[in-house]
């Protein structure tokens, strides 16, 4: 049972665009929402998350939207950047001292 | 925020062989948590490693398989044990939601 899903396994997109990364899930129990950004033999990095009691969550060129209603998030990355190709991960708990329960990822590549 | 330590970055093992995992943290923390990235797929918690008790550890995981110490509040160490190919994945540790040491790829043939 995949309660968090990124049903996009990849995406390519030009720099200087924007980068869409898609999130959904179906535990009704989740307050609180990350998006990590994970390099081949790194451990995945923190970028940015969101609580439940907002819908949105701006830091420079990354921005997180929740839509509760729809159980779905999304990260928007602009302008994107040859630096941002990575693998990204959503993930969702119940509260920030819970477990985290991760999607399967999306594999991001920025173009020149 | 803390840093952690992860090695061996990767190994190839033998099957039927057991590999142990180490984390070190530069600072003192409560919990730390041990994931499996399995490929293709995403990271599952393992356990979660309190100093001085027991590993609690997530559906589909055993203590006679996955070990866990945590000897102190810097360290702990993750042993796969008696291994098959299916236990090919990446582990990493934690320490909260937003930590993660540079994890083990570990290839069993």
């Known amino acids: 049972d995949q309660q968090v899903k990124q049903n996009s396994p990849s995406l390519s997109v030009q720099e200087g665009r924007i980068s869409i990364l898609n999130c959904d899930y179906t535990?009704?129990?989740?307050?609180?929402f990350l998006w990590y950004k994970k390099y081949p033999a790194e451990g995945p990095t923190f970028l940015i998350s969101?609580?439940?009691?907002?819908d949105k969550n701006e830091d420079g060129r990354f921005t997180v939207f929740l839509n509760k209603s729809a159980k779905h998030l999304s990260l928007h990355i602009v302008p994107s950047q040859p630096g941002d190709s990575a693998v990204y991960f959503c993930a969702a708990t119940p509260s920030t001292a819970s477990k985290l329960t991760f999607g399967t990822g999306t594999r991001l590549q920025v173009t020149l | 925020s803390a840093v952690i330590s992860q090695k061996p970055s990767r190994d190839i093992c033998q099957r039927g062989t057991s590999l142990t995992i180490q984390c070190q943290v530069d600072?003192?923390?409560?919990?730390m948590f041990w994931y499996r990235q399995q490929p293709g797929q995403s990271l599952t918690l393992i356990a979660t490693?309190?100093?001085?008790?027991?590993?609690?550890?997530e559906s589909g995981f055993v203590i006679d398989k996955f070990p866990i110490s945590r000897p102190n509040l810097t360290f702990s160490t993750l042993t796969v044990s008696n291994m098959s190919p299916e236990d090919s994945s990446i582990y990493l540790c934690?320490?909260?939601?937003?930590?993660f040491g540079s994890g083990t790829r570990l290839t069993v043939v």
């Open positions: 934690s320490v909260d939601s937003y930590t």
């Open positions: 600072s003192q923390v409560t919990m």
């Open positions: 490693a309190n100093q001085g008790s027991e590993a609690t550890y």
């Open positions: 535990n009704s129990m989740f307050d609180y």
């Open positions: 969101i609580s439940s009691i907002k």
